[in-house]
């Protein structure tokens, strides 16, 4: 069995989660405190008790969704798990790649919650509202979409942000272009094409000052090399070397995550199984979407630890 354990991103997060672990086990408890300190702040009172909205927005959500996933990768670690020889990949959808940068030893916690309320704050801030929009198309394939992202670049910048695997793709930009985007993509028989309520115009090139703003501050961090090969947003291919880790960052937040050909590279390079590690379940379900022949399991609960493992010592 070959593994490969992977990071949810943004849209992943829920009232609650990770405060079962934080309640079972001390390595947890320690996670979630140590985030809070980093942050000057009680980001778990938001993440526990919510209210959802302000959880959901960019600054808290990305900070709170790493400190789940690596929560659980200390409570699994703690238990046993010896990353560097039971996992053969790590990667990590959009602010996921932070999360499995930290799990690969490339970010201390603390600087990882600390870029990545940087990262959210940055984001949020880089274009005024209502300039900006992203939509989903279903049910066309990624050099349709791009050609659609072509056709309407008189109207404004347009882009592929996401390409999540089994005909799922988001687009990114200026508002005008992005909504006649859809419309076209509507026209084309996508089986969907629908505006997503979010605040900003995440991965397109209006994001710029937040790329610059990441730059800045990974230039003040420490970057070690992972110590398991990390298959990059931008690149859908590993990365083991810490002088490259800043650039393809700072590239991944105006860049399109190729989170369909990450999960095609697992395959083709000997994968065979891969965990979810933190909340919610959806890269889980992409990669039945992308390749059937891969076994996907999500691991959110000490239960699901527990199943984790028994399969990864077994």
């Not at 798990?81 to 970010?107: I, M, N, P, Q, R």
């Not at 992972?226 to 298959?231: D, L, N, S």
């Not at 379940?281 to 990669?287: A, F, I, S, Y």
Request: contains cysteine; hydrophobic residues 50%.
């Amino acid at each position: 069995m070959t593994v490969a354990f992977t990071f949810p991103g943004q849209g992943s997060q829920s009232v609650g989660m990770g405060k079962e672990l934080a309640d079972s086990f001390a390595e947890a408890r320690a996670v979630f405190d140590e985030v809070d300190d980093a942050l000057g702040e009680k980001l778990t009172d938001i993440m526990w008790n919510g209210p959802e909205d302000v959880l959901t927005l960019t600054a808290n959500a990305q900070p709170a969704l790493m400190a789940v996933s690596i929560a659980a990768i200390r409570v699994m670690q703690a238990r046993g798990l010896d990353l560097k020889s039971k996992v053969s990949y790590v990667a990590g959808h959009s602010l996921g790649e932070y999360s499995a940068l930290c799990a690969a030893g490339t970010f201390t916690l603390s600087d990882t919650a600390r870029l990545l309320r940087i990262r959210g704050n940055a984001m949020q801030a880089a274009v005024p509202a209502g300039k900006g929009a992203m939509a989903a198309i279903i049910g066309l394939d990624h050099a349709a979409v791009q050609a659609i992202c072509s056709e309407v670049a008189a109207l404004g910048a347009c882009q592929i942000a996401n390409d999540n695997g089994g005909g799922q793709l988001v687009v990114s930009g200026e508002k005008a272009a992005v909504e006649k985007a859809a419309e076209l993509a509507k026209e084309q028989k996508a089986l969907r094409a629908i505006l997503l309520p979010v605040s900003a115009p995440f991965h397109s090139s209006l994001m710029a000052p937040a790329a610059e703003a990441m730059a800045e501050a990974l230039a003040k961090v420490s970057i070690q090399s992972p110590v398991v090969p990390v298959i990059a947003n931008v690149r859908a291919a590993p990365v083991t070397d810490a002088s490259m880790i800043a650039g393809l960052l700072v590239e991944q937040v105006t860049g399109q995550v190729r989170w369909r050909e990450t999960v095609e590279w697992f395959a083709a390079n000997g994968v065979t199984s891969l965990y979810e590690i933190g909340s919610g379940k959806v890269l889980t379900g992409l990669v039945r979407r992308i390749d059937k022949s891969l076994a996907g399991t999500a691991v959110n609960t000490s239960a699901d630890i527990d199943t984790a493992l028994a399969a990864l010592n077994g």
